[in-house]
């Protein structure tokens, strides 16, 4: 061991975790090492879920005692599991300078999925969202958006989670930079195998960084769409006076899509305000440029005294005048709902009635 690596403490020591391949590498290169540790090294976090360089026994004894003390692997605290009666799981983290942050495990019959943060709070205040309600703190960096899928697989070891959603806390688009590296790290053949298929983006629709975004990585694109006119989408959603609906219909629509493959549009259908058949038929007039498919979801009025859900016939006929004009469009059911993990529930706290 060289007297270098006596010397750095913890807070000294490089976080592996979070870093793409790149990154990586040039990491081993700084130490002297081959470009080939790099991949080696992701396959042990990512793929076999070390925290520690003990067990890498492809790597020799000495480079192992080298690693301990210039780098590390870091990993989110699990605080608390909240077990809803539909099968979700919520997960309360627990990150290095005391914040909290919430992913959502959803068990379904051929995959399972994983709906993960990217902020601490968020800074877009729609007025439908608790998480827009409990303000930003801060961005979450590239590891720990990954580490939340590492987290939850150690836990829930019969689960594969092939199927990630970038639609917990946060909106993943104001923290561009940590979001694409995690993007990248994710769909790393070395890191932690999810196919670019599985792994959906979800925004308030900030058009430029959704433009840099299809620029930059291979991923699917969903947006929170909310309203068919800018005048009912302003009230519940600030950043479209920033992004009218032109702009943003315009960047759906050259949004680099591979063959066959639609953006998705989430629309929260809100009693009185954005559910009438005319409000339907706004919809698909506006959405007519857009390879789209609509996931209604009726809104979760849990906590909320402004807004209400319609009646499930409201939407179904809703979700008719849609179909009728051969509009993909599925009713997203609600689940995990008892333990606040439902869409637009989410905001970092222990609750001890779960
Ligand atoms: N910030 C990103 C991703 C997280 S929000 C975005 O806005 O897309 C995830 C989804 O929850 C969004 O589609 C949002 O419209 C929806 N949502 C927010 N509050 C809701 C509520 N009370 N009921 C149902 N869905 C809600
Ligand atoms: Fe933020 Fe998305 Fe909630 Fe809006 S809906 S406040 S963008 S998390």
Not at 67 to 72: G, I, P
Not at 212 to 234: I, M, Q
Not at 265 to 294: F, Q
């Amino acid at each position: 061991m060289t007297e270098t690596t006596h010397n750095l403490g913890i807070e000294n020591r490089v976080d592996l975790l979070g870093l793409t391949l790149e990154e990586t590498q040039t990491f081993f290169h700084s130490m002297g090492q081959e470009k080939y540790r790099a991949a080696q090294v992701m396959r042990w976090i990512y793929q076999g879920l070390s925290v520690s360089f003990d067990p890498m026994t492809n790597l020799s004894k000495e480079l192992r005692e080298k690693l301990t003390a210039t780098a590390r692997i870091g990993r989110l605290t699990t605080l608390q599991v909240f077990k809803s009666e539909d099968g979700v799981k919520k997960f309360l983290f627990g990150l290095d300078d005391g914040s909290r942050i919430e992913s959502v495990y959803i068990p379904t019959q051929d995959h399972d999925t994983l709906c993960i943060s990217t902020q601490v709070g968020c800074a877009m205040g729609c007025r439908i969202c608790r998480t827009g309600k409990m303000g930003f703190t801060r961005n979450l960096t590239a590891g720990e958006i990954v580490g939340q899928l590492l987290e939850v697989r150690r836990q829930i070891l019969d689960s594969a989670v092939r199927n990630v959603v970038l639609m917990g806390m946060g909106e993943p688009l104001a923290n561009l930079s940590n979001t694409v590296r995690a993007i990248k790290i994710m769909t790393n053949p070395n890191g932690p195998q999810i196919s670019w298929r599985h792994l959906t983006v979800s925004t308030s629709g900030l058009v430029p960084q959704m433009i840099e975004l299809g620029h930059s990585v291979r991923v699917k694109l969903a947006v929170s769409l909310n309203a068919a006119s800018d005048e009912v989408r302003s009230l519940i959603m600030p950043i479209n006076h920033k992004y009218p609906l032109d702009e943003l219909i315009a960047a759906m629509t050259n949004f680099p899509l591979p063959k066959r493959d639609r953006i998705t549009i989430e629309y929260v259908l809100i009693k009185g305000l954005n559910d009438s058949d005319s409000d339907a038929r706004m919809l698909v007039k506006l959405l007519n440029p857009v390879r789209a498919k609509v996931n209604l979801i009726p809104f979760n009025e849990e906590l909320s005294t402004e807004f209400k859900t319609p009646l499930p016939a409201r939407v179904a006929a809703f979700q008719d005048i849609l179909m009728s004009k051969s509009l993909i469009a599925i009713i997203r059911k609600s689940r995990g709902r008892d333990i606040l993990a439902a869409c637009g529930l989410l905001a970092s706290e222990n609750r001890s009635d779960c």
